[in-house]
């Protein structure tokens, strides 16, 4: 019993020590892993006349004169709420096994909804899978992975046996800082610009 409670130890205190590019290439495996089960999971799913008939409707309404206007708020919480997840996963310790689990689960449901537009409306499905998506791909999945890297040490050095302590939160909010910033720039072209390129691509995928 003895044993393996210095060899658990020994584990905990291995993984503790992780550098940042370790720590990096786990999280990017795990969201890569997630992204490529998204896309085997719409693959293998059926034809369904119920999701076509509502995502024509749903594009049909984003295509005409005005399309759809997301609210400040949604905007807001679609894209901080991941990041945010991983900022407090990393306040446990277990978020050593909550983010890269949550990294799985962003990559899934991204590459699931694109790549159901692609099967249901091919090419012009991955045009608006882009125009739909391409906000959250530029800004704010790189911003998940800065946080959820940050997140992840932090779990890791809460792991009992973890030679390292935490980062103070001064540093912290310093090093997080410019994603706060990045966010705010997502959600202005979020509300401003990405409503009207949404719209033409739809009117135009209506049109094909």
């Known amino acids: 019993m003895g044993v393996a409670v210095r060899r658990t130890g020994k584990r ?34 059926g034809e369904s006349d119920e999701l076509l008939d509502y995502l024509q409707g749903y594009f049909q309404a984003a295509g005409q004169d005005g399309g ?28 050593a096994v909550g983010v890269p689990l949550l990294m ?13 537009f692609a099967r249901l409306f091919h090419l012009p499905g991955v045009a608006a899978a882009l ?6 791909l530029l800004i704010a999945v790189p911003v998940l992975f800065v946080v959820a890297a940050d ?22 909010a310093r090093a997080l800082a410019p994603c706060a910033g990045l966010l705010v720039l997502a959600t202005a072209l979020q509300q401003t610009v990405m409503p009207a390129l949404f719209s033409a691509v739809c009117a135009r995928l209506l049109n094909l």
């Open 131 to 136: 125009a739909a998506f391409g906000m959250t």
């Open 104 to 116: 799985g689960g962003r990559g899934f449901l991204l590459a699931f909804a694109a790549a159901t």
């Open 12 to 45: 905990i205190g291995s993984a503790a020590s992780w550098d940042g590019v370790t720590r990096l290439a786990i999280l990017a495996v795990c969201f890569g892993l997630g992204a490529l089960g998204g896309f085997l999971f719409s693959a293998l799913g």
């Open 151 to 172: 997140a992840f040490r932090q779990s890791l050095s809460r792991l009992p046996g973890a030679a390292s302590a935490p980062i103070h939160w001064t540093e912290r």
């Open 68 to 95: 759809l206007e997301p609210s400040l708020p949604s905007t807001v919480w679609d894209l901080a709420r991941w990041p945010l997840a991983a900022f407090l996963l990393g306040l446990v310790p277990l978020g």
